[in-house]
């Protein structure tokens, strides 16, 4: 949000500079992939001029300061959240004969799902699953009557996309029959989000290439591979018949040491990390050296 403010200050200061619509979002909700569209459907380009191209930066830890990194195609992964209700029967710890556990169901879901991008997703295919948060029980001595595990899973494509939900339920379901669950107390699994994969539009990142390298000089402007990250960033560009795409990321690591060793899981703090701190002066500037240079090659006077 600084970048975007510092953007909007500087072009309006060189307005000879550039010419037509410019249109700044400061969306909220990306982190549960509900923000984009929940302004695209309340008439974001409806009430607003519809764009020719739309462009967003992330804070990036595995960058040092100072630099931006961004590829053509594919950038960061679809993403899809998930809960799972695994319902049991419950009792009284001493009895669990009498019962139908629902925290060892959720253990064993647990496990097995571990074993679906192992055993059932291609081994060149990038996915991951992972299950983030489990809520049941109230007492050591109680054996509940349901669990909830909350399931995030990631994927570049459709095919895998569809793998994925459909093996998470079958797994689940699969185990409930195992320990004897009637069919009226089946797990539920409800949807919460799903988003495409971020896809850079090959022209437009490689006119975004061209001018930050002009604004930052050649060797701070990095070529990165594909990430496992998630943004609804990605739902512009499924809007209508489509918006090309370009999304960079603004590195934040002191120096060029430290953003080896975060990428190579060396080192902490990354984001969501509460000790994630980027060199404020260094890294805002660079982010918003990048957007006006973006903007004067695509609104150039």
Same mark, same amino acid.
């Given at each position: ?15 000879? &500079?550039?010419? @037509? ?7 909220? &909700?990306?982190?549960? !992939? =509900?923000?984009? &569209?929940?302004?695209?459907?309340? @008439? $974001? ?9 739309? $462009?967003? #930066? ?7 300061? !100072?630099?931006?990194?961004? *590829? ?7 993403? =899809? ?29 647990? $496990? ?6 192992? *055993? ?15 809520? @049941? ?26 793998? #994925? ?8 379901? !699969?185990? =409930? ?62 809007? @209508? ?61």
């Amino acid at each position: 949000m600084t970048v975007l403010v510092g953007t909007a200050r500087l072009l309006m200061e060189r307005r000879d &500079l550039w010419q @037509g619509t410019l249109v700044l979002v400061a969306q909220p &909700l990306e982190e549960v !992939g =509900a923000g984009a &569209l929940a302004m695209i459907e309340d @008439g $974001l380009f409806t009430r607003f001029p519809h764009p020719d191209f739309a $462009l967003a #930066l992330h804070v990036a830890p595995s960058l040092a300061a !100072g630099t931006v990194g961004l *590829r053509e195609g594919l950038f960061w992964a679809g993403c =899809a959240s998930l809960d799972i209700v695994i319902r049991g029967i419950g009792g009284h710890g001493s009895r669990p004969h009498e019962t139908k556990d629902p925290i060892v169901m959720a253990a064993e879901t647990i $496990l097995l799902l571990q074993t679906i991008v192992s *055993r059932e997703i291609s081994p060149i295919e990038p996915a991951v699953l992972s299950v983030g948060s489990i809520h @049941g029980g109230t007492k050591g001595n109680i054996i509940p009557e349901e669990v909830v595990l909350q399931v995030n899973y990631r994927y570049f494509s459709d095919a895998t996309a569809r793998h #994925l939900r459909s093996a998470i339920e079958r797994t689940a379901r !699969g185990v =409930a029959v195992a320990t004897g669950i009637a069919e009226e107390l089946m797990p539920i699994v409800i949807d919460q989000y799903s988003g495409p994969p971020i896809n850079n539009d090959p022209e437009l990142a490689h006119r975004m290439i061209s001018a930050f390298r002009g604004a930052l000089g050649n060797e701070k402007v990095i070529r990165t591979d594909r990430y496992t990250f998630s943004d609804d960033f990605s739902q512009f560009g499924t809007h @209508g018949s489509g918006i090309p795409l370009c999304y960079f990321l603004l590195g934040t690591a002191e120096n060029q040491c430290d953003a080896e060793k975060v990428a190579a899981n060396m080192a902490s703090p990354g984001i969501h990390n509460p000790s994630f701190a980027p060199p404020p002066e260094q890294s805002i500037k660079t982010g918003v050296k990048a957007m006006v240079a973006a903007i004067l090659e695509l609104l150039p006077r």
